[in-house]
T-cell receptor
Framework: DAGVTQSPTHLIKTRGQQVTLRCSPI?????VSWYQQVLGQGPQFIFQ???????GRGNFPDRFSARQFPNYSSELNVNALLLGDSALYLC??????????????FGPGTRLTVL | GQQLNQSPQSMFIQEGEDVSMNCTSS?????WLWYKQDPGEGPVLLIA?????ELTSNGRLTAQFGITRKDSFLNISASIPSDVGIYFC???????????FGKGMKLTVNP
């Protein structure tokens, strides 16, 4: 079975531009979460979406937004890019919204470089 | 953002040696998780712990959920070269799906 897939693999943008990252969850999984991982750090939670609705948000500015589609895939949008947005963006899927044993499985990430 | 206190930050060991790492938090977590991340990849779940005091094994890996619910440790026995990578602890608070991660421990295994 296919795991979580993300596209593109790598992306280079300049300051002020906008970017859209895409994620397809594991088949049958309804929840998608997004994390930002800066080099040398652990992942930081950005959003959780379940059944097309935002169910959780981390401490990120409004430049970050996301949405989930009827097929449970998701997009993360970042506007007005800053140099500090350069990071690995990870998508994780889980079967349900929450609960014990509802673990998250990560995709390979999208490496975003902002110049 | 919030991060767990994970130590040590890195370890260099010989193949066949055991290695231990731990993670502490100022907050209580309902679930503790251990992930491994290889270069250019996303984190892969190794072990999940759901109950205070729980001790769980997965092959050569053993992890424990601390009694206070504020800490966890991971032990790798008889290390092999493919154990190389970055190990992350993560905690999940009650009522939330948000995972809080440690900074990671970089493991190097010399053959």
């Amino acid at each position: 079975d296919a795991g979580v897939t993300q596209s593109p693999t790598h992306l280079i943008k300049t300051r002020g531009q906008q970017v859209t990252l895409r994620c397809s969850p594991i088949s049958g999984h309804k929840s998608v979460s997004w994390y930002q991982q800066v080099l040398g750090q652990g992942p930081q939670f950005i959003f959780q979406y379940y059944e097309k609705e935002e169910r959780g948000r981390g401490n990120f500015p409004d430049r970050f937004s996301a949405r989930q589609f009827p097929n449970y895939s998701s997009e993360l949008n970042v506007n007005a890019l800053l140099l500090g947005d350069s990071a690995l963006y990870l998508c994780a899927s889980s079967a349900e919204r929450g609960g014990l044993y509802n673990e998250q499985f990560f995709g390979p990430g999208t490496r975003l470089t902002v110049l | 953002g919030q991060q767990l206190n994970q130590s040590p930050q890195s370890m260099f060991i010989q193949e066949g040696e055991d290695v231990s790492m731990n993670c502490t938090s100022s907050s209580i977590f309902n679930t503790w998780l251990w992930y491994k991340q290889d270069p250019g990849e996303g984190p892969v779940l190794l072990i999940a712990l759901y109950k205070a005091g729980e001790l769980t094994s997965n092959g050569r890996l053993t992890a424990q959920f601390g009694i206070t619910r504020k800490d966890s440790f991971l032990n790798i026995s008889a290390s092999i070269p493919s154990d190389v990578g970055i190990y992350f602890c993560a905690g999940r608070p009650g009522g939330s799906e948000k995972l809080v991660f440690g900074k990671g421990m970089k493991l190097t295994v010399n053959p």
